[in-house]
C-alpha cells in the first residue's frame, strides 16, 4: 500500500489554495484543527485594528463616526453577501449568533400568528435550542425536536418555523436547506438556518434554495477574531412583514432623531440594534478582505478532499483500536469537519495538543477535526492521524 505521508504529499501538491496559505497566521509548529471553532488570524488584522485606535478613535475622536464608522456594518454586510449568497441589503451585521437567532425567532413567531410550535431537530446545537425555546415561550408556543431526519415530515399547519444549524456541530452532517425550505413553505413555516459552521467552508446559495431567515457567526472559518460580530439575513420579500423584538436606536426610521416612539428602518437595517463594535467590526472587515481572490467552490472541493482523506486513513489506520468515525463519509453530506469517536477520546485531544496537533473534544467520545481548507493540508491530516495511531498503542491514553 501506498504510504500515506507520500499520498498527502501529492495531494497537496495540487492545491489550487497554495498561495493564500501565506495570507493566515499560525505558530510554527502547530497543525490546526479549530478553525471551525475559532479561526487562526489574517495577516493585517492587527495593523487594521490597531490603525483604528492610533489614527481614527486617537485622532478623529467623536469625529471618526462621520468619518465612515456608522457605515462600517454595511460595508460588512456588503463583503459578507457573497459568501451567503443573497443581496448585500439582504444582510445586517450585529451583537451574537443567539442574540440574532432570538430577533429572527421573535419576528417570524409574531409574523405567524396562531401558529404555536418552533420545530429543530433533536441535538441541534445548545445554544440555539436555548433561544428558540424562550422565544417559543414568549410567544405562546412550543419548540418541538425530532430526529433530524424526521425534520421535513414533521413540519404541520400549526409550525411557525424550522430551525436548525446547517452543520451538526458534533458529527458535522450536512443538512440540506432546500429541501427543509420546501417542505417548511409548502406548510406556510418559515426556515432559519444557522449557518455558522457552513459559511467559509463552502458556497452559500441562500436565496437560490429559498432559506427565508439565516444567522451565522464571523469568528469560525470567516476568522474575524474571538467573538466576532455575527450576521443575519432577512430575504428581500419579508423585510416589511417582520419586526424585531429588539428595538434599538440603529435599527430605528431616524436614529439621530431620538424619538421616544419607534419606527422601524426600511428592510433588514431594522434589526440592527445597538451601537457597533467598531474595533471588533474593523478586524471582521480586515478578515474578509483575505478572502478576496479565493473561490469558494474550489475552498469546497478542497474541504472535501480533506475529508475524505482523513476517513480513507482514519479506516486504515484507527478502526483496530477501536475508532469510529462519526461523520458521513459522503462527501457532499458532510461540511468542513471529520468527527471520530473513542471512549478516551478526551484523553487523545488532550494528548495530541501536546504534540502541536490541535483539535477539539465534544461530549460525550467526540474528537473533532476542523478542516479549514485556506491552511489544512493533507499532510496535516496524515500527521493527525499517525499521531492518533501511536498515542492508542500507548498505556494510559487509550485505556
Given at each position: 500500500?501506498p504510504?500515506?505521508?507520500?499520498?498527502a504529499?501529492?495531494?497537496?501538491a495540487?492545491d489550487?489554495?497554495?498561495?493564500?496559505?501565506d495570507r493566515?497566521?499560525?505558530?510554527?509548529?502547530v497543525?490546526?484543527?479549530?478553525?471551525?471553532?475559532?479561526?487562526a488570524?489574517?495577516r493585517?488584522?492587527?495593523?487594521?485594528?490597531?490603525?483604528?485606535?492610533?489614527r481614527?478613535?486617537?485622532?478623529?475622536?467623536?469625529?471618526?463616526w462621520?468619518a465612515?464608522w456608522?457605515?462600517?456594518?454595511?460595508?460588512?454586510?456588503a463583503?459578507l453577501?457573497p459568501?451567503?449568497g443573497?443581496?448585500?441589503?439582504?444582510?445586517?451585521v450585529?451583537d451574537a449568533?443567539?442574540?440574532?437567532?432570538?430577533k429572527?425567532?421573535?419576528?417570524?413567531?409574531?409574523?405567524?400568528?396562531?401558529?404555536?410550535r418552533?420545530?429543530?431537530p433533536?441535538?441541534?446545537?445548545?445554544s440555539?435550542?436555548?433561544?428558540?425555546r424562550?422565544?417559543?415561550?414568549?410567544?405562546?408556543?412550543?419548540?418541538?425536536?425530532?430526529?433530524?431526519?424526521?425534520?421535513a415530515?414533521?413540519?404541520?399547519?400549526?409550525?411557525?418555523?424550522?430551525?436548525?444549524?446547517?452543520?451538526?456541530y458534533?458529527?458535522g452532517?450536512?443538512?440540506?436547506?432546500?429541501?427543509?425550505?420546501s417542505?417548511?413553505?409548502?406548510r406556510g413555516?418559515?426556515?432559519?438556518?444557522?449557518?455558522?459552521?457552513?459559511v467559509?467552508?463552502?458556497?452559500?446559495r441562500l436565496?437560490?434554495?429559498?432559506?427565508?431567515?439565516?444567522?451565522?457567526?464571523?469568528?469560525?472559518?470567516?476568522?474575524?477574531g474571538?467573538?466576532?460580530?455575527?450576521?443575519?439575513?432577512?430575504?428581500?420579500?419579508?423585510?416589511?412583514?417582520?419586526?424585531?423584538?429588539?428595538?434599538?436606536?440603529?435599527?430605528?426610521?431616524?436614529p439621530?432623531?431620538?424619538d421616544?416612539?419607534?419606527?422601524?428602518?426600511?428592510?433588514?437595517?431594522?434589526?440592527?440594534?445597538?451601537?457597533?463594535?467598531?474595533l471588533?467590526?474593523?478586524?471582521?472587515?480586515?478578515?474578509?478582505?483575505?478572502?478576496?481572490g479565493?473561490?469558494?467552490?474550489?475552498?469546497?472541493?478542497?474541504?472535501?478532499s480533506?475529508?475524505?482523506f482523513f476517513?480513507?486513513?482514519?479506516?486504515?489506520?484507527?478502526?483496530?483500536?477501536?475508532?469510529?468515525?462519526?461523520?458521513?463519509?459522503?462527501?457532499?453530506?458532510?461540511g468542513?469537519?471529520?468527527s471520530l469517536?473513542?471512549?478516551?477520546?478526551?484523553r487523545?485531544v488532550?494528548?495530541?495538543?501536546?504534540?502541536?496537533?490541535?483539535?477539539?473534544?465534544?461530549p460525550?467520545?467526540?474528537?473533532?477535526f476542523g478542516?479549514?481548507?485556506?491552511?489544512?493540508?493533507?499532510?496535516?491530516?496524515a500527521?493527525?492521524?499517525?499521531?492518533?495511531?501511536?498515542?492508542?498503542?500507548?498505556?494510559?491514553?487509550a485505556?
Amino acid at each position: 500500500m501506498p504510504s500515506p505521508v507520500l499520498d498527502a504529499d501529492q495531494l497537496d501538491a495540487v492545491d489550487p489554495l497554495a498561495s493564500f496559505r501565506d495570507r493566515f497566521a499560525l505558530p510554527a509548529g502547530v497543525r490546526y484543527f479549530d478553525g471551525n471553532s475559532l479561526g487562526a488570524p489574517a495577516r493585517g488584522i492587527a495593523e487594521r485594528v490597531a490603525g483604528v485606535i492610533g489614527r481614527e478613535w486617537r485622532e478623529g475622536l467623536i469625529g471618526s463616526w462621520e468619518a465612515g464608522w456608522l457605515e462600517l456594518p454595511r460595508r460588512v454586510a456588503a463583503r459578507l453577501a457573497p459568501f451567503l449568497g443573497v443581496g448585500a441589503g439582504e444582510v445586517a451585521v450585529a451583537d451574537a449568533t443567539s442574540v440574532n437567532l432570538f430577533k429572527l425567532l421573535g419576528a417570524a413567531l409574531a409574523a405567524r400568528p396562531g401558529r404555536r410550535r418552533v420545530l429543530a431537530p433533536r441535538g441541534n446545537f445548545p445554544s440555539d435550542l436555548y433561544v428558540a425555546r424562550s422565544a417559543a415561550s414568549l410567544h405562546g408556543a412550543d419548540l418541538v425536536t425530532v430526529p433530524a431526519g424526521d425534520l421535513a415530515a414533521a413540519v404541520d399547519e400549526t409550525t411557525a418555523v424550522v430551525t436548525l444549524s446547517h452543520v451538526d456541530y458534533r458529527s458535522g452532517e450536512l443538512f440540506d436547506l432546500a429541501a427543509l425550505a420546501s417542505a417548511a413553505h409548502g406548510r406556510g413555516a418559515l426556515l432559519l438556518a444557522d449557518v455558522s459552521h457552513s459559511v467559509g467552508a463552502m458556497p452559500l446559495r441562500l436565496a437560490d434554495w429559498s432559506v427565508d431567515l439565516a444567522v451565522g457567526c464571523g469568528y469560525k472559518f470567516l476568522g474575524g477574531g474571538p467573538g466576532a460580530p455575527a450576521f443575519l439575513v432577512v430575504r428581500e420579500p419579508l423585510q416589511e412583514q417582520l419586526i424585531s423584538p429588539l428595538p434599538g436606536w440603529l435599527g430605528h426610521l431616524e436614529p439621530f432623531a431620538f424619538d421616544e416612539e419607534y419606527r422601524p428602518a426600511a428592510g433588514v437595517d431594522r434589526f440592527l440594534c445597538g451601537t457597533p463594535p467598531i474595533l471588533s467590526l474593523a478586524a471582521l472587515d480586515a478578515a474578509l478582505v483575505a478572502w478576496e481572490g479565493i473561490d469558494l467552490g474550489a475552498v469546497r472541493r478542497w474541504a472535501e478532499s480533506l475529508g475524505d482523506f482523513f476517513i480513507a486513513l482514519a479506516d486504515e489506520r484507527l478502526a483496530a483500536a477501536g475508532v469510529v468515525v462519526a461523520s458521513p463519509r459522503e462527501a457532499a453530506r458532510r461540511g468542513a469537519q471529520v468527527s471520530l469517536r473513542h471512549p478516551r477520546s478526551s484523553r487523545l485531544v488532550a494528548a495530541l495538543g501536546e504534540r502541536g496537533i490541535v483539535c477539539d473534544f465534544r461530549p460525550p467520545d467526540v474528537m473533532r477535526f476542523g478542516l479549514h481548507p485556506l491552511y489544512v493540508r493533507h499532510a496535516d491530516v496524515a500527521a493527525a492521524v499517525a499521531a492518533c495511531e501511536e498515542l492508542l498503542s500507548r498505556e494510559g491514553v487509550a485505556r
